[in-house]
């Protein structure tokens, strides 16, 4: 059969094309059977979507618990072992069960083959694996953090988690199958993006959601068997006391600090990077502009994968390093923050002569710029030695990761949420509802965590159950914010519900967007396209003439 080329007008208006009709699309057809054993991207994506969610649930609804119990100096709702845990719970359950795996394993699953022109991603059974590794890991997780409890937070600091009397040992199993899971997935989307590519897709036609899986799949594969093998580790030290990392048989603690951070500061990334690849899109869709500078954005998702492996050491600036040392990853976590300006600065200048519209996806789009701006200047900050003495394990550095990581990640999500949710359903949701929810989110998160950069600079140290009463007032403003922040995020979940409910059918592709994916219908058919593809075009050609 010849393959046919790629001939839809080069415009950003294209003829309005309904959705097909059930059961062509691949939501349908078959039972509760066929899902679970689908070989699907799209089905194992939406899979994705239902567990992550229930993460991002279960973390949200342990944080607006913290803030609660913080609302006075002293016991408020729960006892000081109670607050250990559940911080701990919270952290462990928002990093590696929420936001390292949502955007890959979501929208990259979903998306990537769509982009790519392919029927499906490498290795199908592989993919479906990942999501019962994924799935197999947090219940191990959860239920050893209810059972038995953990409280030493979601680092695993020694020697506290080598002699806490708590169930550590089988908390770090569980988060080791979900670093195998993250493994799966990243060398799935590598021989992906390497073998799967329609004909005429050359590197540079690549859509830049692409580069950044790319980037972030280099990035779990290398280093997250680094902490796989380190909490394996402090298991061992815990069970059978073998002295690795426990100074009180001879071990090293900081040891155990250098490999968690070697992962840890790299899995920064595996947060942001695919965050990064979300807001490219939106910008350049509503924006009807192609990127300022295609190369700098697609290239700097390498370099932010890269250098990323050589910062680790910023996070032990107090841990005794050398003066020569905490230069030398000064200079490098700076160097970092290079490739995110270039991205920030490109996007900007995207906007310039666009013609812009403020579409809820675009509304994420200038949250997370001021989040991820406004955090990464902190960032900066925090990466200069003599600052960091001062902020350290206060709740400056709580604030700093929370408004570049969660915020970044949070806002992208909801952005890719709501941006290719036709594509995912066929289905429309109110766009006044959507921005009112997205408002309150932005509203609720700003107001939640810069009283703590306030607290922080004044001296609050973090995971503290009771403070000075002088600090009352800003953890009160802090839980208020809070409160509006899950406002935000029920509204949200209330109109993306009913719109899965009742939507109105929509178009094809609803933003006029110029990328591959938008090319099948919406929701897609069970084998993407109806035709091979040959691209004949780059994903942002928004101003060729036809």
């Known amino acids: 059969m010849t393959a046919p080329s790629l001939t839809l007008p080069r ?27 689908t070989r699907d991207h799209k089905r194992i994506a939406v899979m994705f979507l239902g567990a992550t969610s229930l993460s991002l649930l279960l973390g949200g609804i342990l944080a607006l618990l913290l803030r609660v119990e913080l609302l006075t100096p002293g016991p408020t709702i729960m006892s000081a072992g109670a607050y250990n845990r559940s911080f701990t719970m919270h952290g462990i359950v928002m990093v590696f069960m929420f936001m390292i795996p949502a955007i890959p394993t979501v929208f990259g699953n979903f998306l990537l083959p769509l982009m790519l022109g392919a029927r499906d991603v490498a290795f199908p059974r592989l993919n479906l694996a990942s999501f019962y590794v994924y799935l197999l890991g947090s219940a191990i997780t959860l239920t050893s953090l209810v059972a038995g409890g953990a409280d030493m937070g979601w680092t695993f600091y020694v020697p506290y988690s080598t002699t806490s009397p708590s169930a550590v040992a089988n908390v770090a199993f569980g988060v080791f199958v979900l670093g195998l899971s993250s493994v799966m997935t990243g060398i799935n989307f590598i021989v992906t993006v390497h073998t799967m590519r329609t004909a005429g897709l050359s590197w540079h036609r690549l859509p830049l959601f692409v580069w950044s899986l790319y980037g972030t799949s280099i990035i779990q594969v290398l280093a997250t068997p680094v902490l ?6 402090v ?25 968690f951070w070697f992962y840890s500061h790299p899995a920064v990334y595996i947060m942001i990077l695919p965050a990064m690849g979300v807001i490219s899109e939106v910008v350049c869709v509503y924006s009807r502009n192609p990127p300022a500078s295609y190369r700098a954005i697609a290239y700097s998702s390498l370099g932010i994968a890269l250098v990323g492996f050589l910062t680790w050491g910023h996070h032990l600036f107090v841990a005794g390093m050398s003066l020569f040392d905490g230069a030398v990853f000064g200079v490098l976590s700076m160097f970092v923050a290079v490739f995110s300006a270039i991205k920030v600065f490109t996007w900007t200048a995207t906007l310039r002569r666009g013609s812009v519209s403020f579409e809820t996806p675009m509304l994420y789009f200038f949250w997370f710029m001021f989040l991820f701006a406004f955090g990464g200047m902190t960032g900066v900050a925090v990466a200069t030695s ?18 570049i ?22 289905r429309r949701y109110n766009e006044r509802w959507a921005t009112i929810a997205s408002v309150t989110v932005f509203v609720g998160f700003v107001l939640t965590f810069v009283p703590q950069f306030l607290l922080g600079n004044a001296g609050m140290p973090r995971r503290y159950y009771a403070y000075p009463p002088e600090f009352q007032w800003l953890n009160v403003l802090s839980t208020g914010g809070a409160s509006i922040l899950a406002a935000g995020m029920l509204l949200t979940l209330v109109e993306l519900g009913y719109a899965l409910a009742a939507g109105p059918r929509t178009e094809r592709n609803p933003w006029g967007s110029r990328s591959y994916e938008w090319l099948s219908a919406s929701p897609p058919p069970t084998e993407n396209f109806e035709n091979e593809l040959v691209i004949a075009r780059g994903p942002y050609d928004y101003h060729l003439p036809e």
């Open 235 to 259: 298991a061992a030290d815990r069970l059978f006391g073998i002295g690795i990392f426990d100074p009180a048989l001879g071990g090293d603690p900081l040891l155990f600090q250098h490999l």
């Open 11 to 37: 415009t950003v208006e294209e003829p309005p094309l309904l959705a097909p009709a059930a059961p062509a699309d691949y939501l349908h057809g078959g039972g509760v059977r066929s899902w679970l054993l």
């Open 386 to 403: 003599s600052l960091d003495i001062h902020w350290h394990d206060t709740y400056f550095v709580v604030a700093h990761f929370h408004f």
């Open 405 to 426: 990581m969660v915020g970044g990640t949070l806002t992208a999500y909801l952005a890719a949420l709501h941006y290719w949710f036709p594509k995912f359903f066929g």
């Open 228 to 233: 796989g093998m380190s909490l394996l580790l």
